[in-house]
């Protein structure tokens, strides 16, 4: 019988410097000889990305958005997680649910009851296997989309929502220490990527991963 795979994400407010490590995590898993699967949420099918253009990018209602949210993440775990992890490949997924409870039910203030009702309707019992979360102090998270690309219609958001955002993490990160590890991304490029590394490396151990071969 072939092995799970392992469920990876990444969270953090716009500007947490996330996903500049997403591309060095999955080199990281497939040099120790992984199949890994790279993929975002909202996205990660054709649907997917259609649903994304509009949440990021049309205005609607609050119920609308999170709905959209599910809707593209239903599509997602049918087309592509569940199919990965049931073959045996590792899924690195930049955002997934716990992002809906942050940004719509923290951000946007819609409370956390309703999402876990769509959650337990909308897709099945699977929480990634390990969590990191990017926390960073939230001036510099907006000095950071400051000097970014054209912002999208959360990155316009005010300071209250993101506040509300970061504050929604934290506290998710707090209930369930065990699978969400928060790191601290205000530090160097250089001082994340090594407490990254080093907190990467203890997972992989305990998922039983042979060491890397010393070059």
């Known amino acids: 019988m072939t092995q799970r795979g392992r469920f990876i994400t990444l969270e953090g407010v716009d500007g947490a410097g996330k996903s500049t490590h997403i591309a060095w995590l999955v080199e990281t898993l497939r040099a120790r000889g992984l ?7 909202p996205g990660g099918t054709p649907l997917g990305e ?3 253009e509009l949440v990021l990018n049309e205005p609607m209602g609050l119920d609308t958005e999170t709905l959209l ?5 239903t599509e997602h775990l049918r087309q592509v997680i569940a199919p ?5 490949a590792w899924v690195v997924c930049d955002r997934y649910t716990d992002a809906t ?23 099945p019992p699977l929480a990634p296997d390990r ?3 990017f926390d960073v102090p939230l ?12 912002p999208d219609r959360f990155e316009r958001e005010q300071q209250a929502f993101f506040e509300r955002t970061r504050a929604a993490y934290q506290a998710r990160a707090g209930a369930d220490a065990a699978r969400i590890h928060v790191i601290d991304a205000s530090q160097s490029l250089e001082q994340v990527r090594a ?12 998922a039983g991963v042979p060491a890397a071969s010393a070059a």
């Open 35 to 41: 199949e890994v699967v790279s993929t975002r949420e």
């Open 50 to 52: 259609k649903l994304r």
């Open 69 to 73: 949210m599910f809707a593209a993440r």
């Open 84 to 88: 990965a992890l049931a073959r045996g």
């Open 101 to 123: 409870y942050a940004y719509q039910g923290g951000g946007r203030e819609l409370g956390a009851a309703r999402i876990a009702v769509l959650e337990q309707w909308m897709q």
């Open 131 to 133: 969590t990191w979360l």
């Open 139 to 150: 001036e510099v998270a907006r000095a950071r989309m400051t000097a970014a690309r054209t």
């Open 195 to 206: 407490a990254l590394a080093a907190d990467v490396e203890a997972f992989l151990r305990e």
